[in-house]
Each structure stands twice: as C-alpha cells, then as structure tokens.
Nanobody, 124 residues
Framework: QVQLVESGGGLVQAGGSLRLSCAASGRTFSSLSMGWFRQAPGKERDFVAVISRSGGNTIYVDSVKDRFTISRDNAKSTVYLQMNSLKPEDTAVYYC?????????????????WGQGTQVTVSS
C-alpha cells in the first residue's frame, strides 16, 4: 500500500506561481511512476503531468506545457509540480497519483494510489 499526501495548494492571483508537493510512503518510491491530475467543480478528473521512475521522462497536457514542471526527488520520496503563469482556468483540486506497473502514462486507470487532493484557486 502507498500513502500519498499533497501540500502546497492555495489562493494565488493570475500570473502567479505555486509549487505542489506530494510525499509518498509505504513502497520504494523509485519503483513508482508519478502523475498529477486535477478536477474542477462539475468536471471530470483530468491528467496534468506524469514523470517516469527515474525522472528522465515526462508528459504534459498541452494546456500546461511551458508553464508547469513536474519533478521528483527519489531520496525524499516526493514529487513536485511547479506551476507558473497560473490562469483562472487552472483552478481545481490537484491530486497526485502513483502507478506501480511498468511504463508510465496519462490514463487515469493506470494509477493505483491517490492522494486526498489540494485546492488551487487562481483569481483573475
């Protein structure tokens, strides 16, 4: 079993920045690919970014490319999402997720473990 705890959400003005963190426990962190998803009110949970086990490969949804950066520190069992140039449409609850199977990807059903989410609100 893997436990995931997100932090770093909050209220920020448009154009501002936030860094989300997700601390993992319960399994060797380097054996997990890690993803970030978000869910806005009344909408489905959408893929944001994923990072491979080594950190050498990443995938982003087009709407956040060049603004968000996913990274990981395997020594600290933590994955990060640096969010710059935030827009009101980025407002959502952000979830980190862990995938214990080989490979990595953007599909929701790949992921075995989920955090409780952290709220990000971007005001205009």
């Amino acid at each position: 079993q893997v436990q995931l705890v997100e932090s770093g959400g909050g209220l920020v003005q448009a154009g501002g920045s936030l860094r989300l963190s997700c601390a993992a426990s319960g399994r060797t962190f380097s054996s997990l690919s890690m993803g970030w998803f978000r869910q806005a009110p009344g909408k489905e949970r959408d893929f944001v970014a994923v990072i491979s086990r080594s950190g050498g490969n990443t995938i982003y949804v087009d709407s956040v490319k060049d603004r968000f950066t996913i990274s990981r520190d395997n020594a600290k069992s933590t994955v990060y999402l640096q969010m710059n140039s935030l827009k009101p449409e980025d407002t959502a609850v952000y979830y980190c997720a862990a995938d214990k199977d080989p490979g990595y990807g953007r599909h929701y059903n790949r992921y075995d473990y989920w955090g409780q989410g952290t709220q990000v609100t971007v005001s205009s």
